[in-house]
């Protein structure tokens, strides 16, 4: 799991954050991987400021790691990686669809999380991956879902609004919530494109 938000734990997620401001980025990568899921998110969050070419390598390894939380983590940089312009944005699609079919549920969550990030800042144009991502929507696990409701708001497509309409009768109250957020992120960019 990214990280377990059990909020008993904020004092020492805050700890950790404040600490790893002053690592190296060569020192966060050796950490990157640590089974603690506060420190390895932690350090995932204080990476994705620095979008350096050996920090986007070390996701692509993660990404093939045979661990599922080293792969899930890795699925977590690709899509967060240089927040807000995303330099390796191309670059990381098919990685990102490849752990689509992953047999972690954690690690597909991740995945197209990771696409609904990368296609934030500017809608992403790509039928295939808009498919993949289609293909998601109804995967037996909630998260996953959820997160597929969060990406397909990155896509301006007639696909992706249908897909949220039928998500808004989701039996899960947080799949529900993002369908009808994605579509108003849908509506309004629509709506600003037209004046």
Known sequence: MIDDKDLSESTLRFIVWEA???YSTDELLTLVEDEDPIVRTSVAKQLHFRPDKKVFEKSIDLVSSIKDYEREIGA???GQLGTPNH???????????????????????SAVAAIGHLGSSNPIDD?????CVIQLAEDKCSDVRFCCAFALASFNSDDARKVLNSLIADRCKIVRDWAKTSLEIIHERQARSAD
Do not use: C, G, H, I
């Open 87 to 109: 330099p390796y944005k191309m670059q990381s699609f098919p990685y990102l669809v490849r752990l689509m079919s992953d047999t972690s549920s954690e690690v597909r969550a």
């Open 127 to 131: 039928n295939n991956l808009l498919n």
């Open 76 to 78: 977590f940089l690709l």
């Open 20 to 22: 790893l401001k002053n």
